[in-house]
Nanobody
């Protein structure tokens, strides 16, 4: 059983930065691939970034490469998403997810646990 809680969302001007955090309750957190997804109103949930259990491998959606950085601190059972140079198109509810597989995947159906989401709004 893994419980995930996101935090750090809010309202920011275009070009600004936010850091999202996802706190996990399970002691097996370090064995999970962790991912971030986002969903804007009227759109499908889309992949943003993912990180392997060791933190040695990462993957990013093309739309956020060079702007977002995913990281994890297994000692704190926390995964982060640093978002820089934010654009209005980044506005969405951001979800943290955990996957028990050993490889990074980019589809929501592969993930076993989900947080409740945190709203990110970027104004122009």
């Amino acid at each position: 059983q893994v419980q995930l809680v996101e935090s750090g969302g809010g309202l920011v001007q275009a070009g600004g930065s936010l850091r999202l955090s996802c706190a996990a309750s399970g002691r097996t957190f370090s064995r999970y691939v962790m991912g971030w997804f986002r969903q804007a109103p009227g759109k499908e949930r889309e992949f943003v970034a993912a990180i392997s259990w060791s933190g040695s491998s990462t993957n990013y959606a093309d739309s956020v490469k060079g702007r977002f950085t995913i990281s994890r601190d297994n000692a704190k059972n926390t995964v982060y998403l640093q978002m820089n140079s934010l654009k209005p198109m980044d506005t969405a509810v951001y979800y943290c997810a955990a996957d028990s597989s050993s490889t990074i995947v980019a589809t929501p159906r592969e993930y076993d646990y989900w947080g409740q989401g945190t709203q990110v709004t970027v104004s122009s």
